[in-house]
């Protein structure tokens, strides 16, 4: 029989792969809201440009629509540009430490709760325990 080891990959890599993926994941969604802010700016740019320079009460609307959109479009860089740093170092070395602690402590509790079921499983029941079991 082989080893658990053997032929899955070490539990702590697979717990720093998953970290990393769960933040690559994150920038990639934030990047796309990045993307979609600066396209809806640009829409509410253009329908501002379209309009008639007439239509006062239209333009002003419009002209309001755009500048809320560059606001918001504004204030998702911002906080992309400063949640950045803080999410590359979620992954720091003290946080993959925590990890693989994590990590370590579950195998030991498994493998301490597994061991304790074999212990329990060899030993066999005494017979009156068999002949009488006790109530429920």
Avoid at 11 to 25: K, T
Avoid at 47 to 58: E, S
Avoid at 86 to 93: H, I, N, S, T, V
Wanted: aromatic share 4%.
């Amino acid at each position: 029989m082989a080893r658990d080891g053997a032929l899955n990959p070490h539990p702590d890599l697979v717990v720093q792969r998953e970290l990393e993926a769960r933040a690559a994941e994150m920038d990639t969604l934030r990047r796309q809201h990045i993307e979609r802010t600066r396209h809806d700016a640009e829409l509410a740019r253009r329908r501002y440009m379209k309009v008639d320079p007439d239509n006062r009460l239209v333009a002003d609307t419009l002209e309001a629509d755009w500048n809320e959109k560059l606001r918001l479009d504004t204030d998702v860089v911002e906080d992309y540009e400063r949640r950045a740093p803080e999410e590359a170092a979620a992954l720091d070395a003290e946080t993959q430490q925590r990890a693989r602690d994590l990590v370590a402590q579950f195998r030991d509790d498994y493998r301490k709760r597994a061991a304790l079921r074999r212990r329990t499983l060899d030993r066999p029941l005494p017979i009156f325990q068999i002949r009488n079991p006790s109530p429920t």
